[in-house]
């Protein structure tokens, strides 16, 4: 199916995806890849002006925002309601919408930070799940892509709370994809450190220093897990699911090297 347009025909799949955190960052760069594929996306984030900026630039024929909390029951609900009133399906859902507030010791991690973290990363994300398998996907089929974190699959000192997190979205990943099949594909990606707003601390001021540890020579850009996402979402992932595939450079090729 194809759109005509000024400048030409432009693709349309006919198909839906709803991309939480997808102001800015990675979720951002899912939005565009599947938004250039043909797909309608709706994408949420507490910021309503960055999510109309977002929209603006993605093309509100193509696109549009629910505002909230990714943990809040009532905004996961809303954003659901949203989009089916607007598209009337919900194909894919990637789960982006997470948090990281705290840097330090396990062994001095303030619990009811642990608790957030958790909350914001995980819970929502099932949240999320559960409310898309309602509204379409129990019926109709479709996708789930959680972005999960290599921090998730080895130790992570310092993003402690953060890695355990991700981990449990690893597991999540895995328990839906064997609840949900055959009907819905259920899988994740894991990238290293990215250049967003969120991951800034991480290389901030020392960005060759920290680009030198990876085989490739660079940290990931937000299009790198785009265009992971992009294919997880496809019909030419027809066959997978449960998995989690790792998007780092080749940063995990130097275990144990260093």
């Known amino acids: 199916m194809t759109e005509q347009t000024a400048g030409g025909p432009r693709p349309d799949t006919g198909k839906v995806a709803l991309i939480t955190g997808g102001s800015r960052g990675i979720g951002y760069g899912i939005a565009e890849a599947l938004v250039a594929r043909g797909d309608r996306v709706c994408i949420t984030g507490r910021n309503e002006d960055a999510l109309k900026e977002a929209v603006d630039n993605l093309g509100p024929d193509r696109a549009m925002a629910v505002a909230g909390k990714a943990h809040d029951l009532a905004h996961q609900a809303t954003a659901v309601e ?16 997470g948090t990281n507030p705290v840097f330090g ?3 001095e991690l303030d619990l009811a930070v642990a608790r957030k973290v958790f909350e914001t990363n995980v819970i929502s994300a099932l949240g999320f799940a559960q409310r898309t ?10 996708t789930i892509v959680n972005v999960a974190s290599i921090a998730g699959v080895s ?23 064997h609840e949900f099949a055959p009907k819905v594909r259920v899988n994740a990606v894991a990238p290293a450190v990215v250049k967003t707003k ?3 601390a991480l290389y901030e001021g020392r960005e060759q220093e920290a680009a030198a540890r990876y085989p490739m020579g660079r940290l990931g ?6 265009g992971a996402a992009k294919f997880l979402t496809s019909d030419e992932a027809g066959w ?6 790792t998007v780092d450079g080749g940063l995990f090729l130097n275990a144990g090297v260093e």
């Open 133 to 142: 398998w309602a509204a379409w996907q129990q019926e109709h089929g479709g």
């Open 155 to 177: 130790a992570s000192p310092f993003i402690g709370a953060y890695g355990m997190s991700k981990a449990a979205m690893v597991n999540l990943t895995q328990q839906l994809a």
């Open 198 to 200: 969120f991951a800034v």
């Open 240 to 245: 997978i699911t449960g998995q989690t595939l």
């Open 221 to 226: 850009a937000p299009e790198d897990v785009a």
């Open 105 to 107: 010791p396990m062994a």
């Open 82 to 97: 949203r989009v089916m009133e607007a598209y009337g399906r919900i194909d894919h859902l990637v789960n982006n919408a």
